[in-house]
């Protein structure tokens, strides 16, 4: 699939999604409402399957839930309804609601940046932002990162087939929930550390080297453009508070 995202810059594109991710911090719900603006349209626009995000998603969507009721029980101010001693305020309802919508715009910022951009070109950017930083190899970073983003869906994976074989063994049905973690995580660290040391030979026997002649960058004036754009909307969001 080919859009305007696809053809960027990816060193442009990190910035534009790290500014709105980072300003989305400092911005209230007028300025969250300018920048979701952008991930919701674009997702409309690539067709994205919404029952895809969110299954993909539904662990996050869990988390969310818990951050929106525990933030809106935990901060004072006008009490709006009391359940068995219990009190929910109209100032922890939207504390709730802004911290909710900045992580829904992160993940979102990053479903559009995985979906739209190769990890080769990802490793390369970051091999680019890194190398004015002493001390730091900016290679082997980058290629620590490439391989993490690469080995997550082999772990979920991992870890799905080892909760299948716990369900057919029954182990979930043991009361004693140290069991029940214990025939987890055993197995599940096993495959991880076996797939990761397979990897490992696997890389060595190709003669793998991080000293590797990567992809070179040819901004242009769209790039710079959609930078200026991107600051621009980071600006109003802000300023819209």
């Known amino acids: 699939m080919d859009s305007f995202l696809h053809n960027r810059d990816v060193r442009y594109k990190l910035f534009c999604f790290a500014a709105m991710t980072i300003t989305g911090l400092y911005a209230g719900y007028s300025g969250l409402f300018l920048l979701m603006m952008f991930p919701i349209c674009y997702i409309l626009r690539l067709r994205i399957s919404l029952v895809m995000i969110i299954r993909d998603t539904r662990f996050f969507l869990l988390l969310l839930g818990f951050v929106f009721f525990a933030r809106a029980l935990s901060t004072p101010g006008e009490t709006l309804i009391t359940y068995k001693s219990v009190d ?60 993490l983003v690469r080995f997550l869906p082999i772990i979920l994976t991992q870890a799905k087939v080892i909760s299948i074989a716990q369900r057919a063994r029954c182990i979930e049905n043991r009361k004693n929930p140290v069991f029940r973690l214990a025939s987890f995580s055993v197995p599940f660290i096993k495959r991880v550390l076996y797939t990761a040391d397979n990897l490992a030979i696997a890389m060595e026997s190709r003669c793998y080297s991080e000293d590797r002649t990567g992809p070179g960058f040819s901004p242009n004036t769209t790039d710079r453009v959609m930078a200026v754009f991107c600051a621009l909307l980071c600006c109003a969001a802000v300023y819209a508070g």
């Open 88 to 147: 929910i305020t109209r100032q922890g309802l939207t504390m709730a609601g802004i911290v909710c919508v900045r992580l829904v715009l992160t993940v979102l910022m990053c479903l559009i940046l995985m979906v739209t951009t190769k990890i080769s070109r990802i490793r390369e950017a970051v091999a680019w932002l890194f190398a004015p930083v002493p001390f730091i190899p900016e290679k082997r970073t980058a290629t620590m990162i490439g391989l």
